[in-house]
Nanobody
């Protein structure tokens, strides 16, 4: 099973930037489609961005143009560059591998990394 460790979160002012990292192990990373998800208090976990094994990307409408997902197969790591952050981006961010549906995940959810954006 895929294991995942997220890092890079923190407290930032609105308009600022953060870069999240997700280190994966226990699977063949290069063939996995990967996603970044987030969960705000009182809300369901939602997909933020996804990248296929071939490098195709997809974004939630709310982050399109501000966030960029990328991957380094040599390092078994997926990244999320977040620019122009807004208070509504505040959430715990998670990554996972998925198969077919974005919500058919292959790994156990990690502890995530907290992102807090102040106004």
């Amino acid at each position: 099973q895929v294991q995942l460790v997220e890092s890079g979160g923190g407290l930032v002012q609105a308009g600022g930037s953060l870069r999240l990292s997700c280190a994966a192990s226990g699977g063949i990373f290069s063939i996995n489609d990967m996603g970044w998800y987030r969960q705000a208090p009182g809300s369901q976990r939602e997909l933020v961005a996804a990248i296929t094994s071939g490098g195709s990307t997809n974004y939630a409408h709310s982050v399109k143009g501000r966030f960029t997902i990328s991957r380094d197969n040599a390092k078994n790591t997926v990244y999320l560059q977040m620019n122009s952050l807004k208070p509504e981006d505040t959430a715990v961010y998670y990554c996972n591998a998925y198969s077919g549906s974005y919500y058919y995940v292959l790994g156990s959810w990690g502890q995530g990394t907290q992102v807090t954006v102040s106004s």
